[in-house]
């Protein structure tokens, strides 16, 4: 499999006379739920259920949030970490800032070694409708 890319016309917003454009773009193939993927993590192993499955998947989704808003980063091995990132306004001086000039935050998802070498090998395809 690989993954399908759309290709996109874009205007250069920094350059209002340079001609646009075009850019690939990743496009979803499908998508996979959390139960789904507890059925697929079942089946490869003879000693849980997707019902176990679930219940850690769930669990491990509680924990991070958890952990996430206490402004932990949350390793997860092979797998990868995640951790907040944050964006706000400048103040003129540190003594001037206050939290009220943060205005967003994100979840940040580092990969770990195996999602890294996928990301190296992965092929593309150019979609097809």
């Given at each position: 499999m690989?993954?399908?890319?759309?290709?996109?016309?874009?205007k250069?917003?920094l350059d209002?006379?340079?001609?646009?454009?075009?850019y690939?773009?990743?496009?979803?193939d499908?998508?996979i739920s959390?139960?789904?993927l507890a059925?697929?993590i079942?089946t490869?192993s003879?000693?849980?259920?997707d019902?176990?499955?679930?219940?850690?998947?769930n669990?491990?989704t509680?924990?991070?949030?958890?952990?996430?808003s206490?402004?932990r980063?949350?390793r997860?091995?092979d797998?990868g970490?995640f951790?907040i990132?944050?964006?706000?306004?400048?103040a003129?001086?540190?003594?001037?800032?206050?939290?009220?000039?943060?205005?967003?935050n994100?979840i940040?998802?580092?990969?770990?070694?195996?999602?890294?070498?996928?990301?190296?090998?992965i092929k593309?395809?150019?979609?097809k409708?």
């Amino acid at each position: 499999m690989a993954v399908k890319y759309n290709i996109v016309e874009r205007k250069n917003l920094l350059d209002k006379e340079a001609k646009p454009k075009f850019y690939a773009s990743a496009k979803a193939d499908g998508e996979i739920s959390f139960r789904a993927l507890a059925k697929e993590i079942a089946t490869g192993s003879s000693t849980v259920s997707d019902t176990d499955v679930l219940a850690v998947l769930n669990d491990l989704t509680k924990v991070l949030v958890k952990h996430l808003s206490e402004g932990r980063i949350v390793r997860l091995g092979d797998f990868g970490s995640f951790r907040i990132t944050i964006s706000s306004e400048g103040a003129e001086s540190s003594e001037k800032f206050n939290p009220a000039l943060i205005k967003s935050n994100k979840i940040q998802f580092t990969p770990g070694v195996d999602l890294k070498e996928m990301q190296r090998v992965i092929k593309y395809e150019k979609y097809k409708k």
